[in-house]
């Protein structure tokens, strides 16, 4: 059976990513650091008190995935902190948005790296918020920062990881309406889920690295 791991997987974009996965009839091994009980209901192997910024929650995880090949693993985990602007930086959450944002996705993949086997998928959800490109109203300092690491991180994995067959996309699900940012959004997490497992289905080898919205515009960095 296929198996997918979805961090941040205890609700909004991650939760609708077990959902939609599991109707696929996946194997999904669910990570959180808190375990909800709608993703208990949803079948997936839950795996909570796994925090990506630090060694014993991926270390939970690892011991969780136990070495068996993994399909896809879906890097969802990701914080955002409000009110990060020039006139008063927070500096400590601007570490953390560094340490779960950035840091804890490649600390996820390099866990788990025995387990990617050739034609295995890797999927960073981004943000078009950590585009340099694309930033037309500044703030968010720690957000965006966090977001433009992970995306490096995300292309250097693409080119690591190619001879070993493995792909991988930095993904920007849009703005959905969930928790994070006070159910202020234009689409469901639903909706953005399909939208995501639509890229990754398409994603090949050729594409492996590029930026893409969930609904296929590809995005500048």
């Known amino acids: 059976m296929t198996t997918a791991v979805v961090t941040g997987a205890n609700r909004g974009i991650g939760l609708s990513l077990v959902k939609a996965l599991r109707a696929r009839g996946l194997h999904v091994i669910a990570a959180c650091r808190t375990k909800s009980p709608e993703l208990v209901l949803s079948g997936a192997a839950v795996v909570d008190e796994v925090d990506v910024s630090s060694d014993a929650g991926v270390a939970q995880l690892a011991k969780a995935v136990d070495g068996r090949p993994v399909d896809l693993l879906i890097n969802n985990a990701g914080i955002l902190v409000w009110g990060d602007d020039l006139a008063g930086p927070k500096w400590d959450e ?81 703005m959905v309406s969930t928790d994070m940012i006070g159910g202020r959004g234009q689409i469901s997490p639903d909706v953005a889920a399909q939208g995501l497992l639509q890229r990754i289905d398409a994603l090949t080898l050729e594409t492996s690295g590029f930026f893409w919205h969930q609904n296929g515009d590809v995005l500048p960095w």
Do not use: C
């Open 94 to 174: 601007i570490t953390r948005q560094f340490e779960v944002n950035a840091v804890g996705a490649l600390r996820v993949t390099h866990a788990l790296l025995g387990s990617l086997i050739r034609g295995s998928k890797i999927a960073f959800i981004t943000s078009r918020m950590g585009s340099i490109g694309d930033n037309g109203s500044g703030g968010h300092y720690g957000y965006r920062m966090s977001k433009a690491a992970m995306n490096i991180a995300a292309v250097s994995v693409a080119r690591d990881l190619a001879p070993r067959g493995v792909a991988v996309a930095v993904l920007h699900p849009g």
